[in-house]
């Protein structure tokens, strides 16, 4: 059974940094393209960011309201992959989802909360 | 950036009824288009993949059809448990991008 487990979430100030981590099962991690997603409270989804396999020397791909803020890493001996979120903003406030699956999500985790707020 | 419209951002209907959710992309996707299921307290759901093929464990009384830029998601014979929200997805390019959201609630 497939299973991915999102943590790190929580209320953090406006200008600070939080890292989500996603800690999966049930599948050959070192194979798959991870992905993070995010939902507002107004419940529209983002596509966040994206790792792909050692194969494709593990690229990386941020949306642009993420880009030089947000970082995705991964690690294959734990199959988890990470979400370092740095200089974040209100609008960053949602839920964040932990994805499996390659530019569609085959698998999501139950999601983290991230509240960004003075 | 695609932009994924769903036009409708409600729907009620009752049990046994079908109903028809529209995604149109503002640039031709080819059938790069995927359709997910959100219900309360439960993980999104792939549905549907490639515009009209099923994932494995979608009931057969869900089906997609489009491609191009018009897409919709069918739902014949309304069960309880179809309640819920329902998003399309492009994923032709980056950025992957979502509808807004269909929410279909019992009438």
């Known amino acids: 059974e497939v299973q991915l487990v999102e943590t790190g979430g929580g209320l953090v100030q406006p200008g600070k940094s939080l890292k989500l981590t996603c800690a999966t099962s049930?599948?050959?991690?070192?194979?798959?393209?991870m992905d993070w997603v995010r939902q507002s409270p107004e419940k529209q989804l983002e596509w966040v960011a994206q790792?792909?396999?050692?194969?494709?020397?593990?690229?990386?791909y941020y949306a642009e309201s993420v880009k030089g803020r947000f970082t995705i890493s991964r690690d294959d001996s734990k199959s988890s992959v990470y979400l370092q979120m740095n200089s974040l903003k209100e609008e960053d406030t949602a839920i964040y989802y932990c994805?499996?699956?390659?530019?569609?999500?085959?698998?999501w985790g139950q999601g983290v909360m991230v509240t960004v707020s003075s | 950036d695609v932009q994924m419209t769903q036009s409708l951002s409600y729907l009620a209907a009752s049990p046994g009824e079908s109903v028809s959710i529209s995604c149109k992309a503002s640039k031709s996707i080819s059938n790069y288009l995927a359709w997910y299921q959100q219900k309360p307290g439960e993980a999104y759901k792939l549905l549907i993949y490639s515009g009209s093929t099923l994932q494995s464990g979608t009931p057969s009384r869900f089906s997609g059809s489009g491609s191009g830029t018009d897409f919709t998601l069918t739902i014949r014979s309304l069960e309880p448990e179809d309640f819920g929200l329902y998003y399309c997805?492009?994923?032709?390019?980056?950025?992957?991008?979502f509808g807004s959201g269909t929410k279909l609630e019992i009438k």
């Open positions: 790792i792909k396999d050692k194969s494709n020397n593990y690229a990386t």
């Open positions: 994805t499996y699956g390659y530019n569609l999500f085959d698998y």
């Open positions: 049930g599948f050959t991690f070192s194979n798959a393209w």
């Open positions: 997805q492009q994923y032709y390019e980056k950025p992957l991008t």
